[in-house]
């Protein structure tokens, strides 16, 4: 079933991540309260659309790809602009930092 939102085509399960947050992806806490709501959008498969999104923080993006390993969807992103792209895959990429290792440097 498709519908309009907002000028975009949206398709079932589909969510344009900017009509929920804002364009720009900055605030760690806004990826779990997007998530909070994806976890609720009936299926398994869930489409997020990021046309119109401007720029992504690296906590963002850390937060974002922590919910959507524990979310049980599968997530699949699309029109994802070059600029967020790029540091999802640095975040995505970067090896988990060793915090017990951190804390006994101290």
Known sequence: MDLFKGGLMLFKNEVVIINEILPNLNIRGG?????????????????????????????FAQEYLKQKRLINKEIIEINV???????????????????KKIVEDL
């Open 31 to 59: 990826a779990k309260v997007f998530f909070d709501y994806v976890k609720n959008i009936p299926g398994n498969e869930i489409l997020i659309n990021f046309e119109g999104s401007k720029s992504i923080s690296r906590s």
């Open 81 to 99: 602009p070059p600029n967020i792209y790029s540091i999802l895959k640095i975040v995505e990429n970067a090896p988990d930092p060793d915090v």
